[in-house]
C-alpha cells in the first residue's frame, strides 16, 4: 500500500484546523484516491444514538447529495438496513462490490436503493470499544466495482485516523436536538 495517500491523510486530520473543515478535507482526498463517484461521513453520538450525514464529497454536481439532519437510528434504521445494524454491532467494515448481488444478510437491496441509489459501496465503521461513532462511505454508481487489496488496506487505515476528530467533532457540537 503506498503511503503517500495515507500521510496526505494523516496531515489534513491533525493541522490544526476546526474539526470540521479536517473532516471536510479528508472526504476530498479520500473520494478521488479510490476513484469514488461519491464519499460520505455519517458522524454520530453513540451516548443519545443519533447521527447525520454531514460531510459529503461528489465527483460532480450530478451525483446525489445524501446529507440529511439528525436522525434517531437505534429504532427503525438499524430493523430496516443491515449494515447499519453491522455497524452498531462494531462488526468489521463491510465491501460491496455489487448490490444488487449482496445477499439480504449483507444488504436490503431496496432500502439501498431507495435511499443511496448506489452499485458498489464500502461500510467503514468508525469505532472506539465497541461504540458506533461514524460510517465512511465511498461508493460508485451504474455499475459494479472491486474494492481491491489496496483499497482495503487504505481504508482500514483511514478509520482510525478519523475517529478522534470524528469525537472531536462530536464532542464540540455538544447536546445534539
Known sequence: MATAPLNELATALTDGRPPAERLQ???DLVGPHL???????????PTQGRGRIAFVWRLDEAVPDPRHDWQDDTGELPREDPLFRAALAAQPSVYVDDVTEAGPEVLNQEFE?????????????????????????????GHPRHWTAAERGYLEAAVPLLLPVVQEYMRGLGKIR
Open 25 to 27: 478535507r479528508a472526504l
Open 35 to 45: 476513484r469514488a463517484d461519491r464519499c460520505f461521513l455519517y458522524v454520530r453520538d
Open 113 to 141: 436503493r431507495r435511499t443511496f441509489g448506489h452499485r458498489a459501496l464500502v461500510h467503514a465503521h468508525i469505532t472506539e470499544q465497541g461504540q458506533l461513532w461514524g460510517i465512511l462511505q465511498p461508493c460508485v454508481f
